[in-house]
């Protein structure tokens, strides 16, 4: 099993779900989240008063996964959530070793 974490810009969301429900992929976690990287943030005028604006708004998606749904997943998330400009966001992936479903007790991919 492998977790599948991708931080997109916020507009893009459905996008994404759509875009991974397409290919069988249902449970996800998402968590607004603020963040930059290369983007560095943007300047704003509030009331007369010119500030930085360092952290963004992005959506962060989490979902465990079988191994075999890794690249698939990947390429459902980089096509949905590209715009070609510059803060379009990354896909990380990490192992996975335990997964254990509260309600049943289930574990391993059963679980998830």
Not at 26 to 52: L, N, W
Not at 86 to 95: L, Q, S, T
């Amino acid at each position: 099993m492998k977790k599948v974490e991708a931080i997109v810009k916020p507009f893009k969301l459905n996008e994404v779900k759509d875009a991974l429900h397409e290919i069988g992929l249902q449970g996800m976690t998402v968590t607004e989240v603020k963040g930059f990287g290369r983007q560095k943030g943007h300047t704003e005028i509030y009331r007369g008063s010119e500030y930085t604006v360092d952290f963004l708004p992005k959506i962060k998606i989490e979902m465990i996964i079988r191994d075999t749904d890794v690249e698939p997943a990947i390429q459902a998330i980089t096509r949905s959530a590209r715009t070609g400009k510059i803060g379009d966001g990354k896909v990380f992936v990490y192992p996975v070793e335990e997964a254990v479903r509260i309600r049943t007790d289930e574990r391993g991919e059963k679980a998830v």
